[in-house]
C-alpha cells in the first residue's frame, strides 16, 4: 500500500516537520504494510500543480497536515483528487481538523478519516492495519451495524473515521514520550533552502484562551543529552537558522540555563536560534548568559499580546508586564539579542484607546520587530466558546480572523489593519530606525505617528501598491514635510532620512531629496582618492548636528574609527582650503561590514588632520 504524506506550506522556504516526524516514526516501527512518501507544496502554487502531481503518484492513501494557513486548500484538493481517483483513501490530521473532526467528516465525504492530537503512533497503527480495509470483519451480521464494543477492537486511539454512513470515535490519544520521536534530519539534502525547525519540548503550562497549545497542558520535555547532541548537528553542518517550535522555550529554568550554556559554549559564529519564551520568567542568571551569547546567536519572540490587566485576566494569561519591561531593557542593553514582540488585536476587553496604549508599551521597549496581529478564533480554543459572550464576529473561512468584537467595531479593525501596514514598513523593516524614532518623539506618541502615516497613505491612495524601497523613503520624506512646520526641524528630518538611506542601501543615484554633489565634488574626490576607502562604501556630507539626533541619545556620536585612515594634510591637495566649513561633517558608510541584528552598515567619521 502507498501512502502519501502531505504537506501544503505557507512559503518555499517552510518545511513541515509533522510530516517528515509521522514518515520517520512510522519508518522505526513498521510492519512493512505500508510504503511512504513525502510530498510538499506551498499556498502559492496552483491548486491544479499539487492535483496533478498527486495524481501522477497514484497513492493508495493521502493523508494532508492541516493548519489554518493551508486548510481551505486542502478541502478544495480533495474535492478533485477524490473525482480522479475514487477508491483513494484520505485522511488529515493537524491541529486544524483535531477538534472538530465529526463535523468535518460530516460536511466533507470525499474524507474516511481523521487522526487526532500527536498522530505518530496514530499513523503508524493505520498503516500496519492497513488504514482500516478489514473493518468488514468487524459487522454485527445479525443487524449488519458496527456496535461500539467492536470498534473498541481497532485498538487504535485518536482516530475518528466513518464506516459506511456512520461515524466512530475512539479513545483520545495518551501523550507520547517524546524522546520516542525520531530526530528527522539526518540527510540534509532534503533541507537545503529551508528554515529547520527543532522540537525539544510538547505542551505548554499556560492556558492562553485564544491558542490551541492551551488544549495541551501535559508538557514534556526531550532528553538534554539528545537535544544536545541534535544540536550539535545543526552546529556542525552550519545551518544558517534553527527555529524551536517549543510553545515556552523557557518554562523550565534549569533547562533554559543548560541549553542556552551549551549554544554559548558551542558556537559555530554562523547559526541562529529563535526561542518563543515568557520573557518575565526569565531569572537573573538566564538574563546573564543571553547577554553573553555573540549577536545574532539567539533571537527571541515575547508574546505581550496586551498590557490591560483585564484583557490580560480574561484570556487566562500570567504576566507581569512591569517585570517583562525590566528584562527586556536588560536584554536591549546588550545589543546582541534579535527581540521580536508580539501584540493582538481583538483581545477581550481591548478598545481602541486601550490598544493604543499597549501598542505605546510595548512599542516604548525597542524591539527588533513588532508584530501587530489580529485575533484568529481556533477551532476548539476557550475562546471559541466565548464568541456570543464577547460578540466576536469572525471570518468562516481560514484563519478565521476577527472582524469585530463588544470592544472593536469593523471601522477599527480597518483602522489597525492599515496602522498595522505601516508598522511593518517603516519599522519592522528596520530601514529608518532613527527617521522613525526622531518622528515619534516628535509627534504626539508612536501610535499616533503610524496613524498619521495610515491616514496619509489612504488619503494619497498609496494603499495596495506595489512601492520600490526608493519610493517608501520618498513618500516618508513628503509626510514629513507636510506634517513638520518648523523649518529647522524639516532640515533635520531631510538630513536623518538620508543617513538611513545609506545605512541600508549603496545608491548609484542620488535621491530627489539629497542635495546635490555639485559643490563638493572636489572634497568627495579628494577623501576617495586620499583615504583607504573600500570600493564597496559611500562618503557623504551632513550638518554636525546630525550627531545629536542618530542612534540612541547615549550613543549620538559616531565612531571614529582609524580603519580607513585619518585624511591627512597633502602637498597635492589645499585640504585647508577644501575643508573650511566646521559646521559639517564627513560620514563613511561601510557596507563591507554589517549590523547581525538589523543589517545596517558600519559608520564612521572622516577625520581631517
Same mark, same amino acid.
Given at each position: 500500500?502507498?501512502?502519501?504524506?502531505?504537506?501544503?506550506?505557507?512559503?518555499?522556504?517552510?518545511?513541515? $516537520?509533522?510530516?517528515?516526524?509521522?514518515?520517520?516514526?512510522?519508518?522505526?516501527?513498521?510492519?512493512?504494510?505500508?510504503?511512504?512518501?513525502?510530498?510538499?507544496?506551498?499556498?502559492?502554487?496552483?491548486?491544479?500543480?499539487?492535483?496533478?502531481?498527486?495524481?501522477?503518484?497514484?497513492?493508495?492513501?493521502?493523508?494532508?497536515?492541516?493548519?489554518?494557513?493551508?486548510?481551505?486548500?486542502?478541502?478544495?484538493?480533495?474535492?478533485?483528487?477524490?473525482?480522479?481517483?475514487?477508491?483513494?483513501?484520505?485522511?488529515?490530521?493537524?491541529?486544524?481538523?483535531?477538534?472538530?473532526?465529526?463535523?468535518?467528516?460530516?460536511?466533507?465525504?470525499?474524507?474516511?478519516?481523521?487522526?487526532?492530537?500527536?498522530?505518530?503512533?496514530?499513523?503508524?497503527?493505520?498503516?500496519?492495519?492497513?488504514?482500516?480495509?478489514?473493518?468488514?470483519?468487524?459487522?454485527?451480521?445479525?443487524?449488519?451495524?458496527?456496535?461500539?464494543?467492536?470498534?473498541?477492537?481497532?485498538?487504535?486511539?485518536?482516530?475518528?473515521?466513518?464506516?459506511?454512513?456512520?461515524?466512530?470515535?475512539?479513545?483520545?490519544?495518551?501523550?507520547?514520550?517524546?524522546?520516542?520521536?525520531?530526530?528527522?534530519?539526518?540527510?540534509?539534502?532534503?533541507?537545503?533552502?529551508?528554515?529547520?525547525?527543532?522540537?525539544?519540548?510538547?505542551?505548554?503550562?499556560?492556558?492562553?484562551?485564544?491558542? $490551541?497549545?492551551?488544549?495541551?497542558?501535559?508538557?514534556?520535555?526531550?532528553?538534554?543529552?539528545?537535544?544536545?547532541?541534535?544540536?550539535?548537528?545543526? $552546529?556542525?553542518?552550519?545551518?544558517?537558522?534553527?527555529?524551536?517550535?517549543?510553545?515556552?522555550?523557557?518554562?523550565?529554568?534549569?533547562?533554559?540555563?543548560?541549553?542556552?550554556?551549551?549554544?554559548?559554549?558551542?558556537?559555530?559564529?554562523?547559526?541562529?536560534?529563535?526561542?518563543?519564551?515568557?520573557?518575565?520568567?526569565?531569572?537573573?542568571?538566564?538574563?546573564?548568559?543571553?547577554?553573553?551569547?555573540?549577536?545574532?546567536?539567539?533571537?527571541?519572540?515575547?508574546?505581550?499580546?496586551?498590557?490591560?490587566?483585564?484583557?490580560?485576566?480574561?484570556?487566562?494569561?500570567?504576566?507581569?508586564?512591569?517585570?517583562?519591561?525590566?528584562?527586556?531593557?536588560?536584554?536591549?542593553?546588550?545589543?546582541?539579542?534579535?527581540?521580536?514582540?508580539?501584540?493582538?488585536?481583538?483581545?477581550?476587553?481591548?478598545?481602541?484607546?486601550?490598544?493604543?496604549?499597549?501598542?505605546?508599551?510595548?512599542?516604548?521597549?525597542?524591539?527588533?520587530?513588532?508584530? $501587530?496581529?489580529?485575533?484568529?478564533?481556533?477551532?476548539?480554543?476557550?475562546?471559541?466558546?466565548?464568541?456570543?459572550?464577547?460578540?466576536?464576529?469572525?471570518?468562516?473561512?481560514?484563519?478565521?480572523?476577527?472582524?469585530?468584537?463588544?470592544?472593536?467595531?469593523?471601522?477599527?479593525?480597518?483602522?489597525?489593519?492599515?496602522?498595522?501596514?505601516?508598522?511593518?514598513?517603516?519599522?519592522?523593516?528596520?530601514?529608518?530606525?532613527?527617521?522613525?524614532?526622531?518622528?515619534?518623539?516628535?509627534?504626539?506618541?508612536?501610535?499616533?505617528?503610524?496613524?498619521?502615516?495610515?491616514?496619509?497613505?489612504?488619503?494619497?491612495?498609496?494603499?495596495?501598491?506595489?512601492?520600490?524601497?526608493?519610493?517608501?523613503?520618498?513618500?516618508?520624506?513628503?509626510?514629513?514635510?507636510?506634517?513638520?512646520?518648523?523649518?529647522?526641524?524639516?532640515?533635520?528630518?531631510?538630513?536623518?532620512?538620508?543617513?538611513?538611506?545609506?545605512?541600508?542601501?549603496?545608491?548609484?543615484?542620488?535621491?530627489?531629496?539629497?542635495?546635490?554633489?555639485?559643490?563638493?565634488?572636489?572634497?568627495?574626490?579628494?577623501?576617495?582618492?586620499?583615504?583607504?576607502?573600500?570600493?564597496?562604501?559611500?562618503?557623504?556630507?551632513?550638518?554636525?548636528?546630525?550627531?545629536?539626533?542618530?542612534?540612541?541619545?547615549?550613543?549620538?556620536?559616531?565612531?571614529?574609527?582609524?580603519?580607513?585612515?585619518?585624511?591627512?594634510?597633502?602637498?597635492?591637495?589645499?585640504?585647508?582650503?577644501?575643508?573650511?566649513?566646521?559646521?559639517?561633517?564627513?560620514?563613511?558608510?561601510?557596507?563591507?561590514?554589517?549590523?547581525?541584528?538589523?543589517?545596517?552598515?558600519?559608520?564612521?567619521?572622516?577625520?581631517?588632520?
Amino acid at each position: 500500500m502507498k501512502v502519501l504524506l502531505t504537506a501544503i506550506n505557507s512559503k518555499y522556504i517552510h518545511s513541515n $516537520l509533522a510530516v517528515y516526524s509521522l514518515k520517520a516514526y512510522h519508518d522505526q516501527h513498521t510492519n512493512g504494510t505500508c510504503q511512504i512518501e513525502l510530498a510538499e507544496y506551498t499556498i502559492n502554487q496552483q491548486i491544479d500543480e499539487y492535483i496533478a502531481d498527486i495524481y501522477r503518484k497514484r497513492p493508495d492513501v493521502i493523508a494532508f497536515s492541516c493548519y489554518i494557513w493551508n486548510i481551505r486548500y486542502v478541502y478544495e484538493a480533495i474535492v478533485e483528487l477524490k473525482k480522479l481517483m475514487p477508491h483513494m483513501k484520505i485522511w488529515l490530521g493537524g491541529p486544524e481538523v483535531s477538534f472538530h473532526a465529526e463535523k468535518i467528516l460530516r460536511e466533507h465525504p470525499e474524507v474516511d478519516g481523521i487522526m487526532c492530537g500527536e498522530g505518530e503512533k496514530s499513523f503508524t497503527e493505520l498503516c500496519n492495519c492497513g488504514f482500516l480495509q478489514n473493518l468488514q470483519t468487524l459487522r454485527n451480521d445479525a443487524n449488519d451495524t458496527y456496535d461500539a464494543g467492536m470498534i473498541e477492537k481497532i485498538g487504535i486511539p485518536g482516530i475518528v473515521f466513518r464506516i459506511d454512513e456512520q461515524i466512530h470515535a475512539t479513545q483520545p490519544v495518551d501523550p507520547m514520550n517524546i524522546d520516542e520521536l525520531p530526530f528527522v534530519y539526518e540527510d540534509l539534502c532534503k533541507f537545503q533552502n529551508k528554515i529547520i525547525y527543532y522540537e525539544s519540548s510538547r505542551g505548554c503550562p499556560f492556558g492562553c484562551s485564544y491558542c $490551541l497549545s492551551s488544549v495541551d497542558k501535559a508538557v514534556r520535555f526531550r532528553s538534554l543529552s539528545l537535544v544536545f547532541q541534535e544540536l550539535q548537528f545543526f $552546529l556542525d553542518a552550519k545551518i544558517p537558522q534553527v527555529k524551536f517550535v517549543d510553545r515556552t522555550f523557557n518554562c523550565n529554568h534549569e533547562r533554559t540555563v543548560s541549553l542556552l550554556s551549551f549554544l554559548r559554549d558551542h558556537d559555530n559564529g554562523v547559526t541562529n536560534f529563535h526561542f518563543e519564551i515568557a520573557a518575565d520568567l526569565l531569572r537573573d542568571d538566564e538574563i546573564e548568559l543571553l547577554a553573553a551569547l555573540r549577536p545574532g546567536l539567539v533571537q527571541l519572540e515575547i508574546g505581550v499580546q496586551s498590557t490591560n490587566e483585564l484583557t490580560i485576566h480574561n484570556i487566562n494569561r500570567v504576566m507581569d508586564f512591569s517585570h517583562l519591561s525590566s528584562v527586556v531593557s536588560r536584554l536591549n542593553m546588550g545589543k546582541n539579542v534579535h527581540l521580536h514582540l508580539d501584540l493582538i488585536a481583538g483581545l477581550p476587553n481591548e478598545d481602541l484607546t486601550s490598544f493604543h496604549n499597549s501598542f505605546n508599551d510595548v512599542y516604548g521597549l525597542e524591539p527588533e520587530q513588532l508584530q $501587530l496581529g489580529f485575533l484568529k478564533v481556533l477551532k476548539g480554543s476557550p475562546m471559541e466558546q466565548k464568541t456570543e459572550e464577547y460578540k466576536i464576529l469572525y471570518k468562516d473561512a481560514p484563519p478565521f480572523e476577527v472582524l469585530s468584537t463588544k470592544w472593536l467595531s469593523f471601522d477599527d479593525i480597518l483602522h489597525l489593519k492599515q496602522i498595522e501596514e505601516m508598522v511593518e514598513v517603516y519599522y519592522n523593516s528596520r530601514q529608518y530606525v532613527n527617521t522613525i524614532r526622531v518622528l515619534g518623539e516628535y509627534m504626539k506618541d508612536a501610535f499616533c505617528m503610524f496613524e498619521a502615516l495610515a491616514h496619509y497613505y489612504h488619503s494619497q491612495g498609496l494603499f495596495g501598491i506595489k512601492h520600490s524601497r526608493i519610493s517608501r523613503y520618498e513618500i516618508l520624506y513628503r509626510f514629513i514635510m507636510g506634517n513638520v512646520h518648523d523649518s529647522h526641524m524639516k532640515e533635520v528630518f531631510r538630513e536623518i532620512l538620508l543617513y538611513d538611506l545609506y545605512l541600508r542601501e549603496n545608491l548609484k543615484t542620488r535621491p530627489y531629496f539629497a542635495d546635490s554633489i555639485d559643490e563638493i565634488r572636489t572634497q568627495l574626490h579628494a577623501l576617495y582618492s586620499t583615504a583607504n576607502v573600500s570600493k564597496s562604501a559611500h562618503i557623504e556630507r551632513f550638518s554636525k548636528t546630525l550627531l545629536q539626533w542618530v542612534e540612541k541619545p547615549k550613543e549620538r556620536q559616531l565612531e571614529q574609527n582609524d580603519t580607513f585612515g585619518k585624511i591627512n594634510k597633502s602637498p597635492a591637495v589645499d585640504m585647508n582650503q577644501l575643508f573650511l566649513d566646521d559646521s559639517k561633517i564627513w560620514v563613511l558608510f561601510d557596507y563591507d561590514e554589517r549590523d547581525p541584528l538589523n543589517y545596517n552598515c558600519k559608520v564612521h567619521r572622516i577625520v581631517i588632520d
